[in-house]
């Protein structure tokens, strides 16, 4: 097989990790794979949670009225619903294969809570962060349920869902983010087939593998189902999927390299401003 295109500079794995299983909200239980102790964050990403339950106790208390400021998050279902509301009166319901890129802004105040009593509930939650000129912008939904995201099929079987970025044969997602240009692909690949896909040289990029294994670069590295692994710089990512069916998300995005202040709900570029973030929360001026 052909890897090493002309002037192309393959990504690589630099680094492979299971996460950290971990509980948010009321009691939901998840594994955090990015902003644990292991992987602080991966400019600009801030936080990647996996969850992934059949126990209605691991999921059933949800995730009760909290604030969000200064990021975004991304919320992308496989199995199951969430029902999300917000102090603004917007409210919906997230379904398999559909995705909620919230811009939290200056301030949301919003729950999200499973929509069942009982079943498999999966999914993932990604924290983008907003430069320092746009934290405290107005708040923002882009939302798009499974059949208004776009699906790209190879003639290998191979299919694509695109939920932010532009796929090497043209397919384009819905969301648009001008701050981190953000590719965000859920990728299906039968046994042994190949997919190559380009990114800007500096962006940060990893993969998460959902389902198989695969095979990543130059030195076909392997990643196994829920491994994370972090790329290297480099404008082509290059996978083949092992003896399995694989299933797995790529994401990038440009780093902002801005200073980070967080605290729980809060990402702001500085300590008072996280203060301040507090103080407003809890004079109801969100
Ligand atoms: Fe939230």
Do not use: C
Not at 60 to 70: A, D, L, M, T, W
Not at 230 to 236: Q, T
Not at 248 to 275: H, Y
């Amino acid at each position: 097989m052909t890897k090493l295109t002309d002037n192309n500079t393959l990504r690589e794995l630099t680094s492979v990790s299971q996460g950290q299983p971990s509980s948010d909200g009321d009691g939901v239980k998840l594994t955090r794979l990015i902003g644990n102790p292991q992987i602080d964050m991966l400019d600009p990403f801030l936080l990647f949670d996996h969850f992934e339950s059949e126990q209605a106790n691991d999921y059933i208390g949800g995730f009760p009225s909290h604030p969000h400021r200064g990021f975004e998050t991304v919320t992308y279902m496989l199995a199951g619903k969430m029902r999300h509301k917000d102090n603004a009166g917007n409210e919906g319901v997230i379904a398999a294969n559909g995705v909620q890129w919230m811009t939290a802004g200056k301030g949301i105040i919003h729950s999200e809570m499973p929509e069942q009593e009982s079943g498999l509930l999966k999914g993932f939650q990604l924290w983008v962060n907003l430069p320092k000129t746009h934290k405290m912008s107005e708040p923002n939904y882009q939302e798009f349920p499974a059949n208004e995201v776009a699906i790209e099929q190879g003639d290998d079987g191979s299919e694509i869902r695109v939920i932010a970025g532009t796929t090497n044969k043209g397919t384009t997602g819905p969301v648009i983010n001008h701050h981190v240009k953000p590719t965000y692909l859920d990728v299906h690949l039968p046994a042994g087939t190949q997919f190559e896909q380009s990114l800007a040289t500096t962006d940060n990029a990893f993969i998460f593998v959902i389902q198989g294994s695969i095979l990543v670069g130059s030195s076909d590295n392997k990643l196994d189902k829920n491994q994370l692994g972090i790329l290297s710089k480099g404008d082509l990512v290059t996978v083949t999927a092992s003896s399995e069916n694989s299933q797995f998300l790529l994401i990038s995005g440009k780093p902002l390299n801005e200073e980070v202040a967080r605290d729980g709900p809060f990402v702001m570029n500085t300590k008072a401003e996280v203060m301040q973030a507090f103080q407003d929360f809890k004079n109801n001026d969100f």
